[in-house]
């Protein structure tokens, strides 16, 4: 059974760093995109970053460039997301989730699997 799991959510105050994690079973991680995308309460979902994996290219939205990076670890068959100099504006619940066409894309409808999604609050 294909399966994702987030951890690494918590609370965290403006300025400060989470690493979230995104472990697979059931499939292998390399032959899937892997996509970071976030809910906060009263919005809609957006995509945060993106890694495909034919060419290891990523992409990341605009409000989070220079702050969060995307890496993957394929003996772990796990999907990391490093989140740095945080703010209030990225409290969210953060979903990882992955496609099978392998091609990184930030449209929340370009993902066939997700995980149960883990809450990052950044808060003084």
């Known amino acids: 059974q294909l399966q994702l799991v987030e951890s690494g959510g918590g609370l965290v105050q403006p300025g400060g760093s989470l690493r979230l994690s995104c472990a697979a079973s059931?499939?292998?991680?390399?032959?899937?995109?892997i996509g970071w995308l976030r809910q906060a309460p009263g919005k809609e979902r957006e995509g945060v970053s993106c890694l495909s994996s034919s060419d290891g290219s990523t992409a990341y939205a605009d409000s989070v460039k220079g702050r969060f990076t995307i890496s993957r670890d394929n003996a772990k068959n796990t999907v990391y997301l490093q989140m740095n100099s945080l703010k209030p504006e990225d409290t969210a619940i953060y979903y990882c989730a992955a496609d099978s066409s392998g091609i990184c894309v930030l449209n929340p409808l370009g993902y066939d699997y997700w995980g149960q999604g883990t809450q990052v609050t950044v808060s003084s």
């Open positions: 059931g499939f292998n991680l390399d032959y899937y995109a």
